[in-house]
């Protein structure tokens, strides 16, 4: 995991509250990704970013929204139009869009 | 259209046995491929890829893959396998520069068990 944080760990957010997880790299990598997971689908791409304040849609961006104003930095909103937000979310960075990514530990986000 | 298979959703295999985590993929162009290990509620680890050269890529902790063109199958491998292999294994291949960036595309993930 080093060199990424996300952060909090674990979030609990009751329905229609929009939500923002934190993601930092100290790596100096000029690309970074959101990514959702659940049991038994692999990780599907949200949002990515190849350069500082410009990002694109992934494969299902609906709900999300992302910034990225400063290298470090790619913070994910989950918004209330999200239609089922609780997932395990991973944020990763690389070098270069195509190059091997590392992720970060990862936040668990309930929805209650 | 750009696709991974992991055919098995669960490997078990005893301790010192050697090991093998299936992956087939599709994609237009020269594959770029990558395996990845997760453990309970951690992020993913990289543990190797295979951009050219030789057929046979070693990575990390003994893991190693082989990459087969005409099968076009990259089949993780480890000749003895240790208790604390036991994880989640991604296979994931490179799209294309022009289809979201080059964006990876992740397998469904293959839960591999390796009992004492």
């Known amino acids: 995991d080093g060199g990424i944080t996300q952060s909090p760990k674990y979030l609990f957010r009751k329905e229609g509250q929009n939500v923002t997880l934190s993601c930092e790299q100290n790596l100096n990598h000029d690309a970074m990704y959101w990514y959702r997971q659940d049991p038994g689908q692999g990780l599907r791409l949200i949002y990515y970013?190849?350069?500082?304040?410009?990002?694109q849609k992934g494969d299902i961006a609906e709900g999300y929204s992302v910034s990225r104003e400063k290298k470090e930095s790619f913070p994910l909103t989950v918004t209330s139009a999200q239609k089922n937000p609780t997932a395990f979310y991973l944020c990763a960075s690389s070098t270069g869009s195509g190059y091997e990514q590392f992720f970060g530990p990862g936040t668990r986000l309930t929805v209650l | 259209a750009q696709s991974v298979a992991q055919p098995e959703d669960q490997v078990n295999v005893a301790e010192g046995n050697p090991l093998t985590v299936k992956c087939t993929y599709s994609?237009?162009?020269?594959?770029?491929l990558f395996w990845y290990v997760q453990y309970p509620n951690r992020g993913l680890q990289f543990l190797l890829k295979y951009i050219t050269g030789d057929n046979l890529v070693k990575g990390s902790y003994g893991f190693e893959a082989e990459f087969n063109k005409s099968q076009t199958s990259f089949h993780l491998k480890k000749p003895s396998a240790l208790v604390s292999d036991s994880a989640l294994y991604f296979c994931a291949v490179r799209a294309p520069i022009y289809n979201q960036g080059g964006k990876l595309i992740f397998g469904q993930g293959t839960e591999l068990s390796v009992k004492p």
């Open positions: 970013s190849q350069i500082v304040n410009d990002f």
């Open positions: 994609v237009s162009g020269n594959p770029y």
